[in-house]
C-alpha cells in the first residue's frame, strides 16, 4: 500500500524534517478533511475518484488555498 509506504519513510526522517501527510478519500468525514487541511500537506494520497469529483469544483474550501 503507497500510504503505508509514504508514512513509514516519512517516519525514519528526524522530527523536524518530516513531512505533513493527508490522505483524502470518500471515507473521511468533511470534519476530518478540513482538520486535515489547516495546514497546507505536503503530501495528498487521494484517487482518481476524488480528482474527478474535488478538483473541477473551484469552489472547494479545501482547495481553495493550496493554488
Do not use: A
Request: charged share 25%; proline share 7%; no cysteine.
Amino acid at each position: 500500500d503507497q500510504e503505508e509506504k509514504i508514512r513509514m519513510l516519512n517516519s525514519q526522517l528526524p522530527k523536524s524534517k518530516q513531512l505533513k501527510v493527508v490522505s483524502l478519500t470518500g471515507d473521511i468525514s468533511l470534519e476530518q478533511r478540513l482538520k486535515n487541511f489547516e495546514e497546507i500537506p505536503h503530501i495528498i494520497i487521494t484517487n482518481p475518484d476524488i480528482l474527478h469529483y474535488q478538483f473541477p469544483r473551484g469552489n472547494s474550501p479545501l482547495l481553495t488555498h493550496l493554488f
